[in-house]
């Protein structure tokens, strides 16, 4: 099966980075994605790497090294809106080609 | 505006009752997807269809049933035999190919409480 782990808290102030960490343990690695999920809401799509390296979407950044199944969102100039939860999640070819989520870190961002 | 809709936002269910949630998505898309969501978790996956009449159990299948007649709609139905119903719901749907299609686009959820 899959598995991902990614740290359950973390907070840090405005303007700060934060990096969060997933490793993943899967059979037929397609891709990594990243969604973000304030309180309440629906998740939406933030980045997503199919290929070793750095991909920049404005403030944030995710990276992938599949040699070492990790990989990390950066988020920089941290904002208050900026305040949720954030999913990583892996496309399995070897399993229906069906997204596993990981259990979240939830970003708690202060002034 | 395209996107994808879920109805009803907050449901209550009383023991012993099956209830359907609705999902519908405008995007033409061919997946769709239902999670469910304990507070404070992540995401798991009960059923996916790529395409229509075809669909397939996710990770938490039981005591859970869906169809998939149109492209656009695919209800969840919450049986009686879920032992412990009560979450929040989600629906997605993406593309089966091209460059996009890792994309899941989530629908606002339903929140089932059981009384």
């Known amino acids: 099966g899959q598995s991902l782990e990614q740290p359950s808290e973390v907070t840090a102030v405005e303007g700060a980075i934060v990096q969060i960490n997933c490793t993943y343990q899967t059979s037929g690695f397609y891709g990594l994605s990243w969604y973000q999920q304030h309180d309440g809401g629906a998740p939406t799509f933030l980045s997503y790497n199919a290929l070793d390296g750095l991909e920049e979407t404005g403030r944030f950044s995710s990276f992938l090294s599949r040699s070492d199944s990790y990989g990390y969102l950066l988020l920089q100039e941290l904002q208050m809106k900026d305040s949720a939860s954030y999913f990583c999640?892996?496309?399995?070819?070897?399993?229906?080609?069906?997204?596993?989520f990981g259990g979240g870190t939830r970003v708690l961002v202060k002034p | 505006d395209g996107g994808i809709t879920q109805s009803p936002k907050y449901l209550f269910r009383k023991e012993g009752q099956n209830v359907t949630l609705s999902c519908e998505q405008n995007l033409n898309h061919d997946a769709m997807y239902w999670y469910r969501q304990d507070p404070g978790q992540g995401l798991r996956l009960i059923y996916y269809s790529q395409i229509v009449n075809d669909f397939q159990k996710g990770d938490i299948a039981e005591g859970y049933s869906v169809s998939r007649e149109k492209k656009e709609s695919f209800p969840l139905t919450v049986t009686s035999a879920q032992k412990n119903p009560t979450a929040f719901y989600l629906c997605a749907s993406s593309m089966v190919s091209g460059p996009r299609f890792d994309t899941q686009y989530f629908g606002p959820g339903t929140r089932l409480t059981v009384l």
């Open positions: 999640a892996v496309r399995d070819l070897a399993a229906g080609n069906k997204l596993t």
